[in-house]
């Protein structure tokens, strides 16, 4: 059961517009939406998070934008650079009881920014 | 530095084969997670544990084993019951109630010869 719907599958971006991904969950109980970086043959990292009750966070070039009501949210990237090129995973958090807070990941997008 | 270390990079495994990948961490977390990747299907959790000696199945548990006998490590061993084990091995640690900030190693690409 696919509980993180994520699209596109792959994105080509010009140098210096925006990037913009998107993500759908249908989970009411995740409390906290992580996005991931991933550079090929590397593990992911952590590139920003949001919880539920906020509607945007900014960090530097990258912003979530989330809307509760329709339980999505989705990742700009702005004056998206050459480096930016790579898979973005957003994924979910299950509510923190302890055993059960595990992170539901989306298949992937694999970001291109062409010069 | 503080991280996680995984190991092999590449792995072959033979028909019938059992094979273990490692995972060490020196970030001292008391949760460590497996992830496997493949090409479109996103990161699936295999096994979790959030303290030495007890871990729990995740979303595709079967063909896979576990252990956890110290806090820095979590080795996972890939059975011969596992009939499609070429995957992209990921593991990562996190503190507890912090699981939305997962610390992943490089990962260790597992092929079938």
């Known amino acids: 059961q696919q509980q993180v719907k994520q699209s596109p599958q792959s994105l080509i971006v010009q140098k210096g517009g925006i990037s913009i991904i998107n993500c759908a969950y249908e989970n009411t109980a995740f409390d906290y939406f992580p996005w991931y970086q991933q550079f090929p043959g590397k593990g992911p990292a952590l590139l920003i998070a949001?919880?539920?009750?906020?509607s945007e966070k900014k960090e530097g070039r990258f912003t979530i934008s989330f809307n509760k009501s329709a339980k999505q949210f989705s990742l700009h990237i702005m004056d998206s650079q050459p480096g930016d090129s790579a898979t973005y995973f957003c994924?979910?958090?299950?509510?923190?009881?302890?055993?059960?807070?595990?992170?539901?990941f989306g298949t992937g997008t694999r970001l291109t920014i062409i010069p | 530095d503080g991280g996680i270390t995984q190991s092999p990079k590449y792995l072959f495994r033979k028909e019938g084969q059992n094979v273990t990948l490692s995972c060490e961490q020196n970030?001292?977390?008391?949760?460590m997670y497996w992830y496997r990747q493949d090409p479109g299907q996103g990161l699936r959790l295999i096994y979790y544990s959030q303290i030495v000696n007890d871990f729990q199945k995740g979303d595709i548990a079967e063909g896979y084993s576990v252990s956890r006998e110290k806090k820095e490590s979590f080795p996972l061993t890939v059975t011969s019951a596992q009939k499609n084990p070429t995957a992209f091995y990921l593991c990562a640690s996190s503190i507890i109630g912090r699981s939305e900030k997962l610390f992943f190693g490089s990962g260790t690409q597992l092929s079938v010869l």
């Open positions: 994924a979910a958090r299950g509510e923190a009881n302890f055993g059960n807070e595990k992170l539901t």
């Open positions: 949001i919880r539920p009750d906020v």
């Open positions: 970030l001292n977390h008391d949760a």
